[in-house]
């Protein structure tokens, strides 16, 4: 027969971002170590060979730190001016650095003094990378030119002048030791070869050109410049793929992970984003206290580390997985034995059956809705547990209670410390758009049996006042937010004019009324 | 008007089974009940209908069993007649010619009737004849002035007084003293009595009251010095009250829908069966004790086994004061589905006259109390493949602003239900006027459109599904709004999507607006003013280019959507329009003066293939055309339109009827004919494909116990007779032994056939004798 049904909790939709594999991935990172340099830290780059370190370039300095270490295991100082662009070569032996006053520097990473100095730029070099032959350096200056130097006898072998504007980043290939790509202020990406005295392919920008990176692969091309990234298949002759324009302000560095699935940016903006190379949307977000230059990723995505104009280098380890598990210990349960007893009889053939009935579990709050306790009930249902992790079901107790008629006799006869507690469930989630109509009656109920006595306890009082204020707070953000629904109408309504109908405004402006307003309200009401 | 002779409305299902206490029969097995213009023998097991005994023409007001003969039954009716019936067989005995109506029947030795224009109680002697119809003339008064209600009015003590109650006086009527003591103990107040039962060994009265209270009566016999003691627990008026066989519990039932069991002279201790499902109205016993059935108001039977367990529920069709979802047609199981139990959908097989289902859509503990706004489900409909079901639920409070749930379920095909998919809380700001599905079956996406007061309708689609990962668990599809749409503020009244799903019609008060449910662009807008638009229909089949509206100034339009033009234009004050989706014919029902006209015809022409007028009395609120299970082959073209469909429709006093043509009638009559069923079990689908079999195994048996003992044969003697050890082997003499069990075939077909004769040559003198020769048989295939 019909058993008791017990309260509806309804599944409200969850506010806020989604939860997906990549939020739970990058979000798995330990608290930010942070470390003041001596200026903006302009380049990061890892030590292709194990244990990983890591060179920073900020001000006059180049720090190599270790995977762990918050204190540089290395330092290279013997700079006359800023420095720039400190890289390993691929054996991780060799580091090259360029410097405000045009010289390359070729560092031993065991040893201090620079090993040889290239001198032929005129000005600021702000790229120097190795060629994957190992013995060539590739620079580019600010002015204008790139250039190939031998690194035994500190000759410059070629120099390519076809850049028209301040060559700021450049990046050689992985699988050919003659290729590498430039891009320049003049808003082009150029390719060349070094067997050929010109360029072999050019791309248009349209941005300043700061940042560029080749997938492993190297079919794709990723360049970021302005506000924009963009992606170029160089298997189709430099034909533009994707534009992505994510940041408000310019983007300064790209990186992959480790698999080559996420490309992530860098940008004045603060933020850095992840996405997906196989559809190039947002997967995840990174916000930082400031303007970001540089951005680099461990082998394995092993520690994120950025660095900023404020001249501070943040780095986030990742979580390790192991060790919680580890604090755990698996709760010791009855044996099996007392599972399976009497489970396995089989009954003869003219055993008498004694069917025991099922017992429908109720939660504590439904068994007293069962025998109608209306006031226990509500108790039970704001419990500080309940009330806290789950005010969904107080919420739905509550409206149980209204459906039934008996909210009134369940608020009332409340002493103060009783009152006090559900006014602070009231005042707490009010503004929660999904509990606002059910607490709305329930603090009007309330209102209404104890009118009478407020004034008597300074706590009633204090919660009182405090939901005042709340709600004329609320009434003001949503007059805002009508008027800003009705710039939008207008707005729509006369970007429509030319191509539609009448009839067709009317019904796409109210279309833009209904879009959930909740986040919206969410967002306010919290900041 | 042409009158159309072989088409006729009828009643057809769904008619009330709690209207009178039901009776259970002596051995337990069967419950009887007075249900319309029938009495219903159902099985108290199996809770399947096993006869229905026809043959009253009024509605039946009261079953009683034969004192005298427990196989038999009494019932009355409206009629005038009552009626003797054998009712494990399901033949009619006696008939007996009465003036007047009945209300209802109580039986002692002699039977004794309430007289329904007087209200009085009359007692019949029903003379011994053999004939068939008897005309009754002795008739005498015993009582004047009693209640209409049967349950006022209870026999004490084997038949020793009758006692009656009306409003607040209680009357009791000595048989052998032939006086009668009146009992006026209240002045007034919410005393009045409700019911009464009589203790059945002690000198002991129960009466419940208005007020919730039972009261025990005890010393009566004089007028004077009679006590009573007061029991309360229900908390308004008790409607029903009980005592056991022996007299050791008494039973009560009210509105609660709580059965509760006070014992006899232990008053303090009770026994409660909660949750019954609807208010009790009536309580009975079965004469040996171990069965209770309770009647609910929502058209039930419970069956429970000794005040504990609720064995078998006989639901019948449930109608409540208003179908606010209209009638539908599962597309899936061909039932008829509306509002039933407060928050529930009913779910009636109109082929087998049988409720199949009730589905839960509040899903919310149902709390009883006066003037407590329920959630109640206000619309409903189905797509065309009935895998989706849309559930619209409100509940309007005075002050608080109006609830409404749009809830979607899709068929779960391993449970064979309706499952929760999609909740959708305030779809809409105001009222849900209309709701439809996209029609087209074969589709990709199904497109759910509800139009609301609020002056928009809405698109909900079924979403793609969550984006899934490893970690997360599996969340499958659910709906979310595709598209709002409105026209210069007008409120929507009705909307319709075109056969191939391809149109989309929804009217906004006077003007109708056609749109594509892909892109949802307004394609066109068509209007007939004055008056707003009430119905909306597209064609069907060879008709679909057409768009059929009704206003409420008396105009029935139809638009060509290909010229976008008025094909044609009528008046007639529509208030229903429908169509048929098995063929083009579509049908309007006109209200006028009180009474309804219907007419059926096809959107290609203005001229009706069928035409009734005065179908009935007052408004028809709702109406549907259900698929026929076997097509109909007539060749008159006034009949037609009922080859392919049936239309079944509801009028403002609640009554389901439908069309029946004489053909189909007769074919019905010749099934009930053929239909013999074996009384002791239930006529079940898995018995129909296996009682044949059992009936040719039985025969068998039944020639095989008849043959002669095989030991007189020669091969059986030497068997038995010769000493074991200087037998052959037995395997030797096994096909030998086989053999001789054998009987011809020609014999035993002989035997059969006269034992069958004889059989029916007496079956008209003794009806109990074929009771126990079935029992036989029974025992028979028990053994075998």
């Known amino acids: 027969m019909a058993s008791f049904k017990p309260t509806q909790i309804p599944d409200l939709p969850k506010l806020g971002e989604k939860i997906t594999e990549d939020t739970l991935y990058w979000k798995n990172y330990k608290a930010p170590v942070q470390i003041k340099e001596f200026g903006a830290v302009s380049n990061i780059d890892f030590s292709p060979v194990s244990p990983h370190n890591f060179a920073v370039t900020a001000f006059t300095r180049i720090h190599i730190y270790g995977p762990f270490s918050q204190e540089p295991v290395k330092t290279f100082t013997r700079f006359k001016d800023t420095a720039y662009c400190g890289r390993f070569r691929s054996d991780g032996q060799l580091l090259v650095a360029g410097c405000e006053d045009s010289v390359v520097r070729l560092y031993d990473v065991g040893g201090k003094a620079a090993l040889r100095m290239y001198k032929g730029h005129t000005k600021a070099v702000h790229v120097a990378d190795f060629t994957t032959g190992r013995y060539q350096i590739l620079t580019a200056s600010d002015d204008y030119t790139c250039r190939l130097w031998d690194i035994p006898n500190a000759v410059e072998l070629t120099a390519y002048q076809e850049h028209t504007d301040y060559v700021r980043c450049g990046v050689t290939s992985k699988l050919n030791r003659d290729l590498f790509i430039t891009g320049s202020y003049d808003h082009t990406l150029r390719v060349f070869d070094s067997r050929t005295e010109k360029s072999v392919m050019t791309m248009d920008h349209g941005q300043p050109v700061e940042s560029l990176l080749l997938y492993p692969s190297e079919g794709l091309l990723v360049s970021a410049g302005g506000r924009y990234v963009k992606v170029w298949d160089l298997l189709k002759g430099g034909q533009p793929l994707v534009s992505l324009k994510n940041h408000h302000k310019t983007v300064t560095c790209l990186a992959l992970n480790s698999s080559g699935q996420r490309l992530l940016s860098a940008s004045l903006d603060r933020h850095v984003k992840v996405y997906n190379t196989t559809n190039y949307k947002v997967v995840h977000n990174f916000d930082y206290a400031a303007a970001i230059l540089s951005l680099g990723l461990a082998p394995d995505d092993e520690s994120i580390v950025v660095g900023m104009t404020n001249s501070i280098l943040s780095i986030k380890h990742r979580k390790n997985l192991e060790e919680p598990k580890e604090t755990s210990k698996p709760r010791r349960r009855p044996s099996y034995r007392v599972f399976m007893k009497g489970k396995n009889f089989v009954p003869k053939q003219d055993d008498y059956f004694v069917s025991k009935p099922a017992r429908q579990h109720l939660a504590k709050y439904d068994k007293q809705l069962k025998r109608f306790n209306v006031s226990k009930a509500l108790d039970t249902a704001l419990e500080a547990w309940l009330r806290r992790k789950k005010p969904e079901v107080t919420v739905a107790v509550i409206k149980e209670l209204d459906r039934r008629g008996t909210l009134k006799n369940a608020l009332a006869g409340r002493d103060e410390e009783q009152l006090s507690r559900l006014l602070c469930f009231v005042i707490g989630n009010f503004f929660d758009t999904r509990f606002t109509p059910v607490l709305a009656t329930t603090a009007e109920i309330v209102l209404d049996i104890y009118q009478c006595v407020i004034g008597q306890s300074a706590v009633i009082d204090r919660h009182l006042i405090h939901l005042q204020k709340l709600l004329e707070k609320e009434i003001y953000y949503q007059k805002d937010l009508m008027e800003i629904l009705g710039m939008l109408d207008t707005m729509f309504a006369f970007s429509l004019l030319r191509k539609e109908s009448v009839d067709q405004i009317m019904f796409k402006s109210k279309m833009i009324k209904y879009e959930p307003k909740q986040p919206f309200i969410v967002k306010l009401t919290t900041n | ?784």
């Open chain 2, 1 to 784: 008007m042409v009158e159309y002779g072989d088409i006729r409305v009828v009643y057809r299902g769904g008619s009330k089974i709690n209207f009178r206490k039901p009776v259970i029969s002596n051995d337990s097995r069967f419950l009887l009940c007075a249900s319309g213009e029938s009495v219903k023998v159902f099985s108290s097991v199996t809770e399947e209908c096993v006869h229905e005994l026809r043959g009253h023409t009024g509605q039946v007001t009261g079953v009683l069993l034969r004192p005298s003969n427990h196989l038999q039954v009494y019932s009355c009716s409206t009629d005038g007649t009552v009626r003797l019936w054998d009712f494990t067989d399901g033949i009619l005995v006696r008939v007996k010619n009465e003036k007047g109506t009945f209300r209802t029947l109580v039986v002692k030795q002699v039977c004794v009737f309430v007289f329904a224009e007087l209200f009085q109680l009359v007692a019949v002697n029903l003379p011994q004849t053999p004939d068939q119809l008897v005309e009754a003339r002795d008739l005498s008064a015993v009582l004047s002035d009693v209640s209409s209600n049967p349950s006022t009015i209870a026999f004490g003590r084997g038949g020793e007084y009758l006692a009656s109650v009306n409003n607040l006086k209680m009357e009791i009527y000595f048989f052998k003293k032939n006086k009668s003591y009146r009992f006026e103990p209240f002045n007034g107040g919410k005393n009045t009595f409700t019911c009464i039962a009589c203790h059945p060994k002690d000198d002991c009265v129960a009466t419940g009251h208005d007020d919730g209270k039972i009261r025990l009566w005890r010393n009566f016999k004089q007028k004077k010095e009679y006590t009573y003691s007061t029991l309360h627990w229900h908390h308004s008026a008790v409607s029903s009250l009980c005592f056991t066989p022996e007299g050791t519990n008494l039973l009560s039932g009210g509105v609660e829908s709580v059965l509760v069991q006070w014992r006899y002279n232990q008053e303090n201790q009770k026994d409660f069966l909660p949750r019954l499902g609807a208010a009790i109205t009536h309580v009975t016993v079965s004469p040996d004790g171990a069965l209770f059935s309770t009647s609910h108001s929502d058209n039930k039977i419970t069956i429970i086994q000794s005040c504990v367990k609720v064995s078998a529920v006989i639901q019948g069709l449930v109608k409540g004061e208003n179908v606010t979802t209209g009638l539908l047609v599962d597309p899936r199981s061909k039932a008829l589905v509306l509002n039933g139990r407060p928050g529930h959908l009913q779910f009636y097989s109109l082929q087998r006259d049988k409720l199949l289902f009730h589905l839960d859509i509040v899903q919310q503990e149902y709390i009883h109390e006066a003037g407590l706004e329920q959630f109640e489900v206000v619309r409903a409909a189905f797509d065309a493949s009935g895998l989706w079901l849309a559930t619209v639920e409100e509940r309007k409070q005075k002050s608080a602003e109006l609830e409404l749930n749009l809830k979607l379920w899709s068929f779960d095909e391993q449970t064979q239900s309706f499952v929760l998919n999609t909740t959708v809380s305030a779809p809409h700001e105001a009222r849900i006027t209309a709701m439809c599905f996209s029609q087209a079956a074969d589709s990709q996406t199904t497109t759910l459109v509800s139009a609301s007061r609020d002056g928009h309708f809405k698109a909900w689609q079924l979403g793609l599904p969550a984006h899934t990962d490893g970690t997360q668990e599996y969340e499958g599809p659910s709906w979310s709004c595709d598209f709002v749409g409105a026209y210069h503020g007008l409120v929507p009244r009705c909307c319709c999507f075109s056969a191939d799903g391809s149109l989309l019609a929804v009217g906004f008060q006077e003007v109708v607006t056609v749109w594509n449910p892909t892109s949802w662009e307004l394609l066109t807008t068509l209007s007939q003013p004055p008056g707003d638009v009430r119905n909306l229909c597209f064609g069907q089949l060879s008709c679909s280019k057409y768009l059929l509206g009704s206003n409420n100034k008396k105009m029935v339009c139809c638009w060509n959507l290909l010229t976008c033009s008025l094909e044609w234009s009528t008046s007639m004050d529509v208030s229903l329009l429908l169509v048929d989706s098995r063929s083009e014919n579509m049908a309007a029902f006109c209200c006028q003066d009180g009474s309804t006209d219907l007419f059926v015809f096809k959107p290609s022409e203005p001229r009706p293939l069928f035409s009734q007028k005065a179908v009935c009395s007052g408004r028809v609120i709702h109406a549907v055309f259900t698929p026929r299970e076997v097509m109909l082959e007539s060749s008159e073209e006034s009949s037609q339109w009922l080859n392919r469909s049936q239309l079944y429709f509801l009028t403002e006093f609640m009554d389901l009827l439908t069309f029946s043509t004489k053909a189909e009638e007769e074919k019905l009559m010749a099934s009930s004919k053929q239909l013999v069923i074996d009384d002791t079990v239930a006529m079940t689908p898995f018995y129909l494909l296996l009682g044949k079999h059992r009936h040719e195994h039985l025969g068998n048996e039944e020639s095989a116990e008849r043959t002669p003992l095989p030991q007189s044969s020669v091969a059986i003697k030497e068997l038995l007779q010769t000493p074991a050890h200087v037998l052959p082997a037995t395997s030797f003499l096994c096909s030998m032994f086989a053999k001789s069990l054998l009987i011809s075939v020609t014999e035993t077909s002989r035997r059969v056939g006269h034992r069958f004769n004889l059989n029916n040559s007496d079956s008209d003198s003794n009806s109990s004798f074929r009771f126990r020769f079935f029992e036989d048989m029974t025992c028979f295939t028990r053994a075998s």
